[in-house]
């Protein structure tokens, strides 16, 4: 029970096009190129995703996709059953014939009952996160990241002047005392 290059990929192209579609429709050789997916596959997948009505194209010069609904009405369970992604945890795929006996009948496994509420809690699980809440942590994190990353700079450029400002003599002595 994995979660498959299709869904991950879909998800992942959905997030890039709501963080960027305020500018106007997206395309998917801009997805493709930020996001490290084929084109063909983006195409695959927006395809399923149009017909689904999770996002809207334009043809034309200009064109590209935008979400169909606010980012806060799609749900990563949307997304991921557009694109036919199988999320069952189930060896029989949900039909309960996942047991077979040596008087050949057959019925439910001893753990069928596991593996069926464990589909259901992914299901919900997966519907109760939003494009918006993806889309929210994306932004979050990227604050978080610039934020390390300007004190870092702040404390590299400390030390570089501090040691600038270090006389001559002294930096003489620390040099023939390493060496």
Same mark, same amino acid.
């Given at each position: 029970? *994995?979660?498959?290059? &299709?869904?991950?990929?879909?998800?992942?192209?959905?997030?890039?096009?709501?963080?960027?579609? /305020?500018?106007?429709?997206?395309?998917?050789? =801009?997805?493709?190129?930020?996001?490290?997916?084929?084109?063909?596959?983006?195409?695959?997948?927006?395809?399923?995703?149009?017909?689904?009505?999770?996002?809207?194209?334009?043809?034309?010069?200009?064109?590209?996709?935008?979400?169909?609904?606010?980012?806060? &009405?799609?749900?990563?369970?949307?997304?991921?059953?557009?694109?036919?992604?199988?999320?069952?945890?189930?060896?029989? %795929?949900?039909?309960?014939?996942?047991?077979?006996? $040596?008087?050949?009948?057959?019925? &439910?496994?001893?753990?069928?009952?596991?593996?069926?509420?464990?589909?259901? $809690?992914?299901?919900?699980?997966?519907?109760?996160?939003?494009?918006?809440?993806?889309?929210?942590?994306?932004?979050?994190?990227?604050?978080?990241?610039?934020?390390?990353? =300007?004190? /870092? %700079?702040?404390?590299?450029?400390?030390?570089?002047? $501090?040691?600038?400002? *270090?006389? =001559?003599?002294? &930096?003489?002595?620390?040099?023939?005392?390493?060496?």
């Amino acid at each position: 029970m *994995r979660l498959t290059t &299709k869904g991950r990929f879909a998800v992942t192209a959905m997030i890039d096009l709501a963080l960027r579609q /305020h500018s106007g429709p997206v395309t998917l050789a =801009a997805i493709s190129q930020r996001q490290n997916i084929s084109l063909s596959y983006l195409e695959q997948l927006f395809g399923k995703l149009r017909r689904h009505e999770l996002v809207e194209s334009m043809r034309g010069p200009g064109g590209g996709y935008s979400l169909a609904r606010v980012a806060r &009405k799609v749900t990563v369970a949307d997304i991921i059953f557009a694109v036919d992604e199988p999320l069952d945890a189930t060896s029989c %795929g949900g039909k309960r014939d996942c047991s077979s006996g $040596k008087d050949g009948r057959s019925g &439910k496994c001893m753990t069928h009952e596991l593996w069926s509420t464990l589909n259901r $809690k992914m299901v919900d699980y997966l519907d109760s996160v939003s494009l918006q809440d993806l889309v929210d942590q994306h932004r979050m994190r990227m604050l978080q990241e610039a934020s390390q990353e =300007a004190e /870092h %700079g702040v404390a590299t450029a400390v030390r570089v002047e $501090k040691s600038s400002c *270090r006389p =001559a003599a002294n &930096k003489a002595a620390a040099t023939h005392a390493v060496a």
